[in-house]
């Protein structure tokens, strides 16, 4: 860390340089966290720092005011360097009111900046955080470097000469929040300015009012004596490109358009609404004019059925859910199975089981994704990793779904799907083409319904294709044909040949790579959100000197072809999940291998720290 005397902010007071910073906003679901926090990452990205943020929402749609279970929070981790994570301890946490601090002060770390509205400390918001004392007047607080802010009544004063109501005024105080911390970090106000002159320049009096606020906070930063020096943050060093800031649900939307491109084929989503995938729903809802068509259904059945319906008609098809949502869908998915159709089917995993915690994140629904269906109905399953991978994973799965004519699940969680970091902007000539061939009428003398190619995938027909008419629904199948058919034998050599069709997968993806050493003591295997984490501790472990190496998995129905031999050369293999342990159970009962489990369903991500230290058990 070097010291400077004055840094980009034209800071007066002492500025330190440092690799990054992990920061937290907490406060009421009312009092604007997400907006400010969103507002911090574009203008962290612009200034050209590496990214990434963990949004947390309340479960509650109404949760009451100032109450424990409202507490809605904004992480960001920016970095002069390459990141993997939202942070693990947090370096400076802005708490809006007594319950945000309750429930989010154990992640602060010791000597922290601590950042609290004092006028919410009432003692009306006391009790409902159920505080028997003020912890800003006992030693509760003494391990932080705590800073107690009036912003309520800094916030009034700025816009008091504006004829603002009291409530209209208040909800101005996340832009104090934000425009302290821009000041703690050197972050430039104009990005957030114009933010303002486009979202309220219909209404001239409150975006004068975000404006003040915003820039009274800054000032008060400048101006406090209990902040003597702020932070700056150099720009991290990516590989050339354009980049935007991108959710996961975000990055799976323009993956399926771009499949969609890449394929010649119109995208029709046929969805319900339902946390945390709606905003797959809403993001692709926004370009008719790339020809998408977006369809709200009544209900889960109706939503997976429509899109079965549109892959029947010959358009790339997906629907979109979360583990509730799925539950329903699954009689239709064995439809499309049955029916050897191309079908993206959508799972951003939450909490459960049931309602469970529906804005919280888990990866607890893959064993559903393998066996969640009646009957042998084997479907590929792939996983994404990260808010960018979201990108490039739904482009794959549609290569998977057309080339071997079977629908293709894709899991992503809530941690992915709210979580943002920069996604490099890929130029359209290195995006894979993705080959369709449908027969024709010049086919139909040798044309039949379930005729195989190479990959034992059946004709894409489209319906009123002159001479190509055929049956069509989900009784079994009689080979080749296509007629209803209910010999026993005709019935096991189907199934044979389906689950056969979804195995030769294998052969068709890459082998899994492995990041470190190609043999040693410790393979990490990981799939999902758990990227980062698990990333970030094998880097941490191996510069200790420890013989670790790391395997994240993309393809988990059927899993690479190496992966036997991969995971063979060590000596142990550690599997962290947020479950209960049902990659682990996979890879038990398919490879025999007695890989031991790192499980929490706490709703959070992995710590570094928690995997890092989990290792160093195994391999004490």
Known sequence: MSTTTEGTSGSAKQVFTIEGATVRLAGDSGDGMQLAGTQFTNTSALAGNDIATFPDYPAEIRAPRGTLAGVSGFQLHF???????????????????????????????????????????DKKGLSLAHYDENPLETDELDGY??????????????????????????????????????????????????????KFGAKPDVAEANRRTLLAGRNYGETTEALPSSYHIDAAKLTPGTYRNMTGNQALAWGVMAAAECSGKELFLGSYPITPASDILHELSKFKNFGVRTFQAEDEIAAVTSAIGASFGGAMAITTSSGPGIALKGEAMGLAMILELPLLIINIQRGGPSTGLPTKTEQSDLLQAMFGRNGECPIPIISASSPADCFDTAIEAWRIAVRFMTPVIILSDGYIANGAEPWRIP?????????????????????????????????????????????????????????????????????????????????????????????????????????????????RCRAEGLSVAHAHLRYLNPFPANLAELMGRYNKVLIPELNMGQLRFLIRATFLVDAAGLNKVKGKPFAVSEIADEIKRLLA
């Open 79 to 121: 970095s002069s360097d390459d990141i993997f994570t939202p942070g693990d301890k947090l370096n400076a946490l802005v708490a809006m009111n007594p319950a945000a601090l309750k429930t989010n002060l154990a992640d602060l770390e010791p000597n922290g900046i601590l950042i609290v509205n004092v006028d919410a400390f």
């Open 145 to 198: 470097n705590l800073i107690k802010v009036n912003m309520t009544t800094l916030t009034r004063e700025a816009v008091k000469d504006l004829g603002l109501n009291t409530r209209v005024a208040d909800r101005c105080r996340n832009f104090f929040a934000m425009g302290l911390l821009y000041w703690l970090y050197g972050r430039s106000t104009d990005v957030t300015l114009r933010f303002i002159d486009a």
């Open 427 to 539: 130029d359209v000539s290195d995006l894979p083409k993705i080959e369709i061939t449908h027969p024709t009428g010049d086919d139909a003398d040798t044309f039949h319904p379930y005729s195989r190619d190479e990959h034992l995938a059946r004709p894409w027909a489209i319906p009123g294709t002159p001479g190509l008419m055929h049956r069509i629904g989900g009784l079994e199948k009689q080979d080749i044909t296509g007629d209803v058919c209910y010999d026993p034998d005709n019935h096991q050599h189907m199934t044979d040949l389906r689950a056969k069709k979804v195995a030769n997968i294998a052969n068709d993806i890459p082998l899994q790579d492995v990041n470190g050493p190609e043999k040693g003591d410790l393979l990490v295997l990981g799939w999902g959100g758990t990227f980062g984490a698990c990333t970030t501790a094998v880097e």
